[in-house]
């Protein structure tokens, strides 16, 4: 069985900082007072982040000093990082697992920033969640054995509850 790749944090941070720069301890609390109820990220997550991103163009730091402390980075997001978070939050979430982070991060920013596309991204994310829902039923149309009927069935419930639950989103944006 292979594991889905770990979900990165940085769409999320470039989506923070698309709102205004920050440095790395700023980020870490505004993630989790805004988001820490569906993502925890540690602080050096965060740093560890941030330095993939510098050094991947996404975003530029600038160090300020400080009276009586060390001098501290300033991150601000980049024309290529901007791109790279506009195209990841007009995305749906590809596993219905995922919805709980990623999708849940989506909806946050779309409001958060003010985004305009949300009724597009939920219509997408339900027209894959229905395309699901259809081939899981013909696979268990096709098979003879009752236990993967139901694990098939119990599928096409998870979908169809997170379409319902879409519904909703749009509802109170």
């Known amino acids: 069985m292979t594991r889905d790749p770990e979900i990165s944090p940085q769409p999320a ?9 920050q440095h790395g301890y700023e980020l870490h609390q505004e993630f989790s007072r805004d988001l820490g109820q569906v993502w925890r990220v ?20 600038q160090t300020e ?8 980075k300033v991150y601000h997001i980049t024309p290529a990082g901007r791109e790279a978070f506009l195209e990841w939050v007009h995305r749906p979430t590809p596993n ?13 920013f779309f409001r958060r920033l003010d985004l305009s596309g949300l009724d597009q991204l939920v219509a997408e994310q339900q027209a ?29 419930g998870q979908l169809k509850a997170a379409i319902r639950w879409l519904d909703r989103c749009l509802e109170t944006s």
Not at 65 to 72: E, F, I, S, V
Not at 96 to 108: M, P, S, T
């Open 96 to 108: 219905l697992r995922n919805i709980r982070l990623e999708f849940l991060a989506r909806l946050y």
């Open 65 to 72: 000093p400080q009276p009586n402390r060390p001098a501290r």
């Open 13 to 21: 941070l470039l989506g923070f900082l698309m709102a205004h720069p």
């Open 128 to 156: 894959l969640y229905s395309g699901r829902i259809e081939s899981l039923a013909s696979a268990a149309a096709q098979t003879d054995d009752d236990f993967a009927r139901l694990v098939l069935e119990f599928r096409q």
């Open 42 to 61: 540690g602080l050096s997550q965060i740093y560890a982040q941030l330095k993939q991103m510098e050094e991947g163009g996404l975003v530029a730091a």
